[in-house]
């Protein structure tokens, strides 16, 4: 599984974008990028997941350069509800077993 | 939309005792999974179970660890004898075919 790097930590404020980008030079061929959002005291949730190039579903857009050495998670026009810990995870996400391998996260503070 | 839940939300047992942690994954789903997160820390991998059997597991899911489908619903993880150290929030998941895993609420187990 290849690993990650992401920030720790982030601020923002309600109403704006907020990208949250994610380093995994040796993803291999492959390898699917999956994030997971985490509220405290809950268990993770699935926001969304992607191969190349751009992803966007009701929630986030996923933006994968052509190298997929890094990843960007987007959140428009964030809110209060939005603060949680973002997880990059990087892995061939089709295999029946896969297991999750989380990282430590991106720490995500909005305020007013 | 179908859930994982997980039952007891908290438990409190005492070093050396058993304790008996519940999940009902959703329905269709084919593949279990188990993790755990230290308060403070990462989600951690213990194991996964498809077919009635252990797929894959942790360094961390040694012999004091089993995990029981008893009934076609319910899945269950023992602790045989608990430590201070197993203290943490256990995550029930489970998926389909596809990719995403659902993660249950946890069980907050806290050994005294």
């Known amino acids: 599984l290849a690993k990650t790097t992401q920030p720790i930590s982030m601020d923002s404020y309600e109403g704006q974008e907020v990208n949250i980008t994610c380093s995994h030079n040796n993803i291999a061929t492959n390898d699917y990028i999956t994030w997971y959002q985490q509220f405290p005291s809950q268990g993770p949730r699935f926001i969304i997941q992607?191969?190349?190039t751009k992803v966007t579903n009701e929630v986030a857009s996923l933006f994968i350069p052509a190298d997929r050495k890094s990843s960007t998670l987007s959140l428009p026009r964030v809110s209060l509800s939005d603060t949680a810990v973002y997880y990059c995870l990087v892995g061939d996400m089709k295999g029946g077993f896969q297991k999750l391998v989380f990282g430590t996260g991106t720490r995500l503070l909005v305020s007013p | 939309e179908p859930e994982v839940t997980q039952t007891p939300s908290h438990q409190v047992t005492q070093m050396g005792q058993e304790v008996i942690l519940r999940c009902v994954p959703i329905s269709n789903h084919l593949y279990f999974y188990w993790y755990r997160q230290i308060l403070g820390q990462k989600v951690e991998f213990l194991v996964s179970f498809y077919n009635n059997e252990i797929s894959e597991k942790s360094e961390i899911f040694d012999d004091q660890f089993s995990v029981e489908r008893p009934d076609g619903s319910n899945f269950t993880l023992k602790i045989r004898s608990t430590k201070l150290e197993d203290s943490a929030m256990y995550f029930c998941?489970?998926?389909?075919?596809?990719?995403?895993?659902?993660f249950g609420p946890g069980t907050r187990l806290t050994v005294t």
């Open positions: 992607g191969y190349k």
């Open positions: 998941a489970s998926k389909d075919s596809f990719y995403e895993q659902y």
